[in-house]
């Protein structure tokens, strides 16, 4: 399982829900099996490159039928006139041989240069950088299913902080209608309060929709099209990261890993084009046995035997073999440049996502002290409006100050929380 070879990162969370369906999807995301299935695929050709190393032994037979005249088959049949002279012959019937032939033949070529030896440390290199990239799409396939859990959960957050605030301007509507009925109050301030409900009830479908999203996103990581996320116990909260980003944390990430492997890989068949330019010697043998018969009647058989080295030396090939080598040559460059690219990349990707991450936290932060001092506001309000000294209005404003404080820090934590999922997949699963 590719899971096994992850570090088990989002059990910083504590929370067993993202844990169950990370685990999932590494069972039944269908990249991650795609991935497993090119993992396979390297590995019989690395199997393949690694028997062009030992003898080869085979069994081939064969079996033919002659037909033809005397000079090809055909039996001329002698006649004789009156008295007995000869009077010459008349052809008749064909003549018909038959040839049977079977034998055990083996063919072995001498790694001499060690060409054969390059083309299964090629085949090495290429099942490694599969691994890697199989890890790399885990890594990537975690870090999704984490996300989108997390913005699940702030969706869910933020329903809760709208349906709450619902219930809370309902009571005050009925409050205020109750005032206005008495004479304490006024219609605008009903209507007023009317309208706050109605924008306030007006966000939970857009909410609706953003967590169906999210479920079916992880449906489709997961594999399950009927899965299902049951309500959370608890709150999630960012972990701690580590500090700092260096040279030797990057070189853990499976793309960094699988682009060093396929400079291996390069460098390896442009060995191999090299040993075009030498001599190949091989050893060949052959050995059976073959039996003839002729119309009908069995001419013998005998065993044949053959055994003796081959040589094969390039003299002239109008530049394939040096065209070759070139070609080979120049994708190590390829290689080259494109491990020095995915290094690049990594210290984008990685520097960015703690960038965001960190900015985000003091963000949430300042917004969780906005919270308080919204819900301080509001009690203030509500004491002064009972006490006759403000309207109705300045209690509407102060409910509405605290739902856009709610939202934001809501907003913020979940923004802080995917970037601490993003640190995390930047670095390979942590420090």
Do not use: C, H
């Not at 991650?32 to 069994?59: N, W, Y």
């Not at 301030?189 to 996103?217: C, H, S, Y």
């Not at 010697?281 to 001419?299: C, D, E, K, P, V």
Request: a neutral charge; hydrophobic letters at 45%; glycine letters at 10%.
């Amino acid at each position: 399982m590719l899971a096994l070879a992850l570090t088990a990162w989002w059990s910083v969370y504590g929370d067993p829900e993202m844990g169950r369906l990370i685990e999932k999807a590494l069972r039944g995301n269908l990249d991650v099996k795609k991935a497993q299935a090119r993992i396979a695929e390297a590995r019989a050709l690395s199997g393949d490159a690694k028997s062009r190393l030992q003898p080869s032994l085979g069994f081939q037979s064969s079996a033919q039928q002659l037909r033809g005249g005397f000079q090809q088959g055909v039996v001329r049949i002698p006649q004789t006139g009156s008295g007995g002279a000869p009077q010459g012959g008349s052809f008749v019937a064909p003549f018909e041989t038959g040839i049977l032939q079977g034998g055990l033949d083996t063919k072995w070529e001498i790694d001499l240069w060690g060409s054969n030896r390059a083309l299964l440390a090629a085949a090495k290199a290429d099942t490694g950088a599969e691994e890697e990239l199989a890890r790399d799409i885990a890594v990537t396939v975690a870090a999704e299913v984490a996300r989108a859990y997390v913005e699940l959960r702030g969706i869910e957050e933020r329903t809760a902080i709208v349906e709450r605030t619902r219930t809370a301007q309902r009571e005050l509507l009925e409050l205020i209608r109750a005032r206005a009925d008495a004479g304490l109050a006024s219609q605008l301030d009903v209507e007023r309060q009317g309208v706050l409900l109605a924008n306030t009830e007006a966000a939970l479908p857009p909410l609706e929709a953003e967590r169906t999203a999210r479920l079916n996103r992880l449906r489709v990581l997961t594999g399950d099209r009927a899965l299902e996320v049951p309500a959370a116990s608890r709150n999630l909260e960012a972990p701690d990261t580590g500090e700092g980003i260096d040279a030797e944390l990057l070189r853990r990430r499976p793309d960094v890993r699988a682009a060093e492997a396929r400079i291996a890989a390069a460098l390896a068949r442009t060995k191999q084009a090299r040993t075009d330019l030498y001599p190949k010697i091989s050893f060949a043998g052959l050995m059976g046995r073959q039996s003839t018969n002729a119309a009908g009647l069995s001419l013998g058989g005998g065993n044949f035997f053959s055994v003796g080295p081959q040589i094969q030396l390039p003299i002239f090939s109008g530049g394939r073999i040096r065209s070759n080598i070139a070609a080979n040559e120049a994708r190590v460059d390829q290689a080259r440049a494109d491990f020095e690219r995915e290094v690049l990349a990594a210290f984008e990707e990685a520097g960015n996502a703690v960038s965001q991450y960190r900015q985000q936290r003091l963000r949430a932060a300042k917004l969780e002290g906005a919270v308080e001092a919204a819900r301080r506001a509001l009690e203030l309000a509500k004491d002064v409006q009972q006490a006759g000294l403000e309207d109705f209005l300045t209690v509407l404003d102060a409910q509405r100050s605290l739902l856009d404080a709610e939202y934001q820090w809501s907003e913020a934590r979940t923004l802080t929380l995917a970037g601490s999922v993003m640190v995390y997949k930047a670095v390979a699963g942590g420090w």
